[in-house]
């Protein structure tokens, strides 16, 4: 509902009057039925300039009246996804992927044998305003239960390599990894699509890495390695993700067409403290270096872990020591800031 002239309406009266007679038992087909309602208020233009944001927030509103069993709400901007429970966020989330209303982040990764190959990983973010927004591991599981998950799998490929084709006009040839679910290695026509995209985009495939967990590939691994070798025919490279969670078996492991594995972070946070996990991280690397693949170390948030990596033999080292995630404007500052430095000392020698 729209109240033109708020100024001069109790709208807490307003909605006190609306809920009144909504108290009352509706018959219907000769059975009284009866509603619990909710509202949520957003305001022009305390809320939003347009009438998509006003919408957003009033539902915001809403979700969170009825998170504090209010009968209405008006919004907030400390609103966050803490607010919502499985089923609003499905809800919510059917709305998002009707209007693809994401963002994609790219977090830097460091290439240790060439410090000037820029690589990063692209993570989705799904924005709720006023800098809040839902987390992945919140809204992923919910897109992979609801189906939603090809269409957003869809977007974030098409965007990363629409993207790196506007990165190329510009000189500029960084790699990008991105993620995919169970489901997606589980989609025949995953192959077809990203073939169709690299082609529409002329963007080099070796640009492009996906990652899959080392848990969603032992689900189905047969049906896993018939996805994966049609996409690495393509020319894209392939890794497995969260390395070491999974317990996958060394036999299966070898016959995936993979070209790197990324150690999970729970190894890497405290390698320099657990002389178990450092045994686990030693031994996955020269296994990965006798499969003939590339190793990435994750969340590594300190100067001395990062040089401890290297020194082992990390192929690529990842997590805020390097860089943080960064919204697509700050990336491009990113990269400018790269070229100028390489710039500097390419001239210098």
Not at 35 to 54: D, F, K, M, Q, R
Not at 98 to 125: C, G, K, W, Y
Not at 262 to 278: A, C, G, M, P, Q
Not at 292 to 307: H, W
């Amino acid at each position: 509902m729209i109240l033109n002239d708020p100024e001069s309406i109790s709208i807490g009266h307003y909605i006190e009057n609306i809920q009144s007679y909504l108290d009352h038992p509706l018959t219907i087909n000769d059975h009284d039925v009866n509603l619990t309602n909710t509202a949520g208020v957003a305001l022009y233009p305390e809320h939003g300039s347009n009438a998509e944001e006003i919408l957003k927030r009033s539902e915001i509103s809403m979700y969170n009246a009825k998170r504090i069993q209010a009968p209405y709400a008006v919004y907030e901007p400390t609103a966050s996804s803490n607010f919502y429970d499985q089923t609003e966020l499905a809800a919510m989330l059917h709305a998002a992927v009707a209007s693809m209303d994401f963002e994609l982040f790219f977090q830097p990764v460091l290439n240790v044998h060439n410090p000037h190959q820029t690589t990063f990983e692209a993570l989705i973010r799904w924005p709720l305003g006023d800098g809040y927004s839902v987390r992945p591991d919140e809204f992923i599981p919910i897109a992979e239960r609801t189906n939603a998950i090809k269409q957003i799998t869809h977007w974030v490929l098409e965007t990363t390599v629409a993207q790196l084709a506007v990165w190329r006009q510009q000189s500029l040839t960084p790699s990008v990894q991105v993620n995919l679910s169970v489901k997606d290695i589980e989609d025949d026509s995953l192959e077809p699509f990203l073939a169709i995209l690299l082609s529409r985009y002329s963007v080099n495939p070796g640009q492009l890495t996906l990652e899959v967990t080392e848990t969603s590939m032992m689900q189905n691994p047969d049906k896993a390695r018939v996805v994966l070798e049609k996409i690495k025919k393509l020319g894209v490279s392939l890794s497995i993700d969260d390395f070491g969670t999974g317990f996958s078996s060394l036999s299966i492991l070898s016959n995936m067409p993979i070209d790197e594995i990324k150690i999970d972070r729970s190894f890497v946070t405290d390698l320099l403290y657990s002389s178990n996990h450092e045994a686990i991280v030693r031994s996955t690397i020269f296994l990965a270096h006798s499969l003939d693949c590339r190793v990435v170390a994750e969340g590594v948030e300190t100067e001395a872990l990062g040089k401890y990596l290297i020194s082992i033999g990390c192929d690529k080292i990842q997590g805020y020591w390097y860089g943080r995630p960064m919204n697509l404007a700050q990336t491009d500052a990113w990269l400018s800031e790269t070229q100028i430095s390489i710039g500097k000392v390419a001239s210098q020698n």
